[in-house]
Every structure is written in structure tokens, then in C-alpha cells.
DNA sequence: AAGTGGTCTAGACCACCGT
DNA sequence: CGGTGGTCTAGACCACTTG
């Protein structure tokens, strides 16, 4: 059994304090929390102080605070859902794309954010790693993907500048950047590897989603080859932790029916 | 170019002008910043209000505060990777458990925390539905996997109650939890599905794991089958964010040579 | 002992939301 | 308009680390 703090800073005794009211269902999801104010009254401590206890419950994702109202008790979130076929390498089939299924997101769209050749931050560098050419020799292209016009995940695409066509530093807007590229480059693609981290968001990409620094991000980076198996394309996409969740099936695989038209955004 | 912040409020201004002196180079990795005093002097603002534009910082990961020591800009994190074969559904071969390989954690242990019937919280509840059983019927094992002593990873354990051995509550500590389980309860399991997600640690994992509540934890979720197809046993593993990543290999299936005798910790 | 970050107070003003 | 949360100040004391 965790203690009930009856130590330590007096905003984390009042942050139990609250939670606990919460987990007990004194305060049930959707419900509004006392007012600064009330809390400060009630604790017989300062508003600041309260108001570092409510922050560690939003921090934990407990509450949410919605300025000029009030501080509510979080419903649980409903994540969307990415298949990810382990057994299939293959990007195109029959020169169409294949996207994987993506359930519960909602009029999604990819928009180009930015286009750099030869950048050199810590992710152009990985980048550089993994596809095994220098940064100078690489283009990065940043995008935003706004899901029924939100912000959802941004991603950076790194390829050797030498295979991308002079126009494609132009094209703004598609579905699904990783086919476009491979259409561009004119080469059939095939994972070679993925992996799934987390991550707090930087000042940079909070910004760009709309959220706030520190928040979690599920991250999804990956490497596809050619069919010689040269690495070509290296992504690194950057997902609000809230809004996805990767999921491999490892048995009968068959495509999730809800959703029609489930969207596809290279995933 | 992303705009440099002349608006907004003030610890956001310093936060971004501290994050690009961090970017150019002036505050390299592993340097200190100069300290709380002598950044409210150069902003020429209040103390608190520096220490705000710091706490951003912070969270998205940029800075490491040092009590009593300082503050300094972070170098990049080292994660250990966990292969994930693609292919493979199977994880017993011969009854003898083959756990996947961590490279990069050094004298990982598991050890069982908390063991709870028929519980009734969020999680309890999510597991209910993966094993098509009420809450009621089901035992939770809670447990805390640290590497060279320091905590790394929790988590839960749900299996049906009746499908435990009476005496399986005492066992405190095992190598790989859920070759215990399967051992116990004498079913061969396989995996049936497995999803990766990103949350904020709330203040129970945070107090666990020895880090900040809201501090980004990699979810690995998954349930396991018996041969017939039934689900068994479902595991929610949270793992800190910058010490763990997911690898999918897609090519060449081979296990890396490096790290020799890997640990096994049942992923 | 001196310097660092951590906590807390009292009070003020502002920005936002609903009625 | 009144109530909510958001920002900022001035000042105080404490806990921790290093020399």
C-alpha cells in the first residue's frame, strides 16, 4: 500500500489528496474540481501552492483545465488504433500503395510543413546513421498531420537529395508522404525496420501540435530499403501519446471493419 | 522558420531563448546554465518566474536540474533496444522460455510488489475485456523490473484466479514474470496481439519508477493465448520513456551479438 | 560557509468564459 | 458582469551539494 503523504511538500500532499478523492469517485470523470480559490481555502494554503498540486494532476493526464471554467476529472481517453502486420515487409503491392488501417481517426490529411537540404540537429544526424550518408547529402520533409483539422502528428522524412526530382521540394500537400516519395524517387519500397519509443515533446513540436511542452509523445521511427536492400527513406514521426496506439496481431489477421474508409497515412 | 517568441508570456520568451542559445551552441551539451539568480537578472524579472521558463525545459526533456548543484543542458539519451521478432507468435520452444533480447540493460531484476483479487480500477477493468472475464475472477500481479538497481519498468500481470496455484501469491521474485505464470498455470503460451501507446506516468508510477508524475512512459500491452486461441494472460508494462525502445526487424532476422548474455525480461 | 535549486506566502493584475 | 484559471512580483525560508 503507497503512503497517503502525510510528508513532504505540501503541494504533493494536496495533490494526493485530490487524486485520492478522484480514484474513490468523490470526484468522478467530468465532474469540476473546487475553484483555486475554494481548494486554497479548504487546505488553508496560498492559490500558488494549490494550484502546483492541480498541476501535477494535469501533468499525470488526471484533470484537465479549461481556462475560464473550471478543472475537471478526465474521462478515460480513446486512442486510435494503427494494425501493424508483422509478417508483411512489402510497401506497394502492384504499384498501389497499402497503407495500414487506421481506426478511430477522423478526416486526416498531410500537409509539407517545411523542406531543408543538409540539416544538422541530433535527428539529422540519426538520420544520417541510418540511411549512411552524410547530412549534407540529405533532404528532410517535415509534415503535420491534422486529423478533422487538428492538429495529430508531425513527422520528418529524410531521403538523399540526389534521388528527389527538382519539383519535389514543391509539391504542399498528399495523402501519404512515404508513397509520394517513392513515386518521386521511382523505387519500390519495403520496410526494413520500425521501432516504438517515448518521448516528451520539445518546444518545437509542442508548439506545432498545439500541446504542451513535456507532453508524451508516442514515437515511430523506421527505415525503408529498396528491394537491393540499400536503406532509402528514414521517417521519424511524432504522435500525441493520447491519440494512437500501435497494435501487432499476431493472429488471424484480418482488417478491422469499423470504421469504413479508414483513413491512411502511411502507417 | 518558427517564430521567435516577442509575444505570449514571459517564461515562454525565455524558454525559447534559452532553448535557442541550447540549439546554437552557446549552452552545449553538458554545460551549466548560468544559475536562477543570475538568469532573473539578466531577464530582469522575478526569480519565479524564471524558474517557470526552466520547468519548460525541463519537461521537454532539454535540461537536467541538479539540486544544489545546477542546471545543465542534456545529452542525448542512450535507450536500450528490445527486438521484437515480427514473425514469431511462439513463446515457449521447447518449454523453455525464450525471451527476447535487451540490448543495453545491465543486471535487470523483476521483483513481484503487490498482488491483488479481483480488483476495480481503470486498468482492472480494460483487462476484464481482453480476457472476456469479470474483474471479479481475476488476480493482478504488480511488479517492478529495475536494471543495476535502479527502477526501470512496472508492471501488471491479470490472469484468472482459479487458473493459479494456490501457493503462487508467495512467489516474490522471478527472472521473467510471465514464463512464472505460464509455468503455474501449465499452459503453453503464445502471443495473440501486442500494441505500443505513450501516457503521462501517473502519480502512482511516478512514485514507483523514482520520476516526475507526467514524465512520458513507452506502454507495451499484450495479451497471451493458450494453443486453442483463449486469452490467458494480459500484461501492461510501463516503461521509462528514454530508456526503452521497440524494434520491428523487418529483414534479416538475427539477433545481435552484442551485450552478451542479454537480459531476459519477458519482452 | 557559500551557492544552488525547492517551497511557500501575500497580493496584484490579466485573459478567458459563461450568463 | 462575475467567476474561472494564467501570469507576475517581492520577499522569505528551507534542503541540498560542494569546497
Redesign the pocket.
Known sequence: MPTPRNTG?????FAHDLQERIDTGQYPPGS???????LSAHF??????V??A?SELERAGAVE???????FVRRPVVRATIDVDPNSARLDVDGRSTPLPVHGLKGAEERTVEVAVGPDAASDRQAAEHLRLPTSALTRVDTLITASGRPWAVSGYWVATRLLPAGFTESRESRNTTVAVAEAIGIDLAYDWRSFSAIAADIADARRLGIGAGTPLLVREGVNCAPDGRPVLYVRRRIHGENASYVLRYRTWRRTDQEPGGTDTGD
Chains 1, 2 share one sequence.
Open positions: 511538500p505540501l503541494y504533493l500532499r469540476r474540481l473546487p475553484s483555486e480559490p475554494e488553508g494554503a496560498n492559490r500558488l501552492t494550484r502546483q492541480i483545465i479549461r481556462r475560464g471554467v473550471g478543472t
